[in-house]
Each structure stands twice: as C-alpha cells, then as structure tokens.
C-alpha cells in the first residue's frame, strides 16, 4: 500500500515537473519572440515541441536578423542595435519570418522518423 504510494507520488511529482518544465519553456519562447517581433506562432510551436533544443535555431535566427538590419529608406547599415535609422531617422522593421524554426523542427522531425524507421527495419530483418 505505501509502496504504491511513493510510487504514485514520484510519478506525479516528475509529471509535474514535466509539466512545468514545458510551460516555462513553451512560454519563455512565446515572449522572447514578441520581445524581439519574431514569428511567435512559430517559436511558441518550437518550443513545445522541442523544449530546450529551441534555443539553436532560436540564437541562429536571432543572429543572423541582428545582422541584416537594413534601413528601407536610405539604404545605410546602422548598427544591430540601433531602433532608429542613424542617418535618416526611419523606424528599423527587424525581420524574422519565422523560417529557421520551421525548418529545425522539420530536421528534427524527419530525424527523428529515420531514426525510428531504421530501428523498425533492423528489428524486422534481424527477426527473420
Ligand atoms: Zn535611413
């Protein structure tokens, strides 16, 4: 009877953890994105899915629209993080159409499907 218990006890105390481990993550992501007006459906996804693994394409993506801040005025490379145009004063749209989440979900995905694929059809042929 009290074995059963702990037993139930720990599983609910680790369900829990995952649980809470899954928000935090899920939500960490949805407000970083919005913070830096990135795709949040996107990363929110992301990050349920993925969890802590969200964070590779999440400082890729960061990185590399950090980088390519263009004026759409006059044409000149302010510094990443400038909100203002340096030079004429033009609001900087930072861009992140959300593509580096989608396709580090699609790797991991497919990864994931050939891993389980190739273990089916080992299992298979070593059963004969
Ligand atoms: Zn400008």
């Given amino acids: 009877m009290w074995t059963m218990l702990v037993g139930m006890m720990t599983w609910f105390f680790f369900l829990g953890f995952l649980i809470a481990w899954k928000i935090a993550f899920t939500a960490g992501f949805y407000f970083a994105a919005r913070r830096n007006k990135m795709k949040t459906v996107h990363w ?19 990185k590399k629209m950090s980088s390519s801040v263009k004026c759409g005025n006059c044409g000149a490379m302010p510094s990443p993080q400038d ?43 070593f059963s004969l």
Avoid at 55 to 61: H, N, S, T
């Fill in 44 to 62: 929110t996804v992301a990050g349920l899915l993925l969890d802590i693994w969200t964070l590779i394409p999440y400082f890729y993506a960061k």
């Fill in 83 to 125: 909100s203002f145009c340096t030079l004429c004063g033009t609001k900087l749209e930072k861009y992140d159409d959300g593509r580096t989440a989608v396709r580090f979900l699609l790797a991991v995905g497919g990864a994931y499907v050939a891993f389980v694929a190739t273990g089916t059809l080992l299992s298979f042929i």
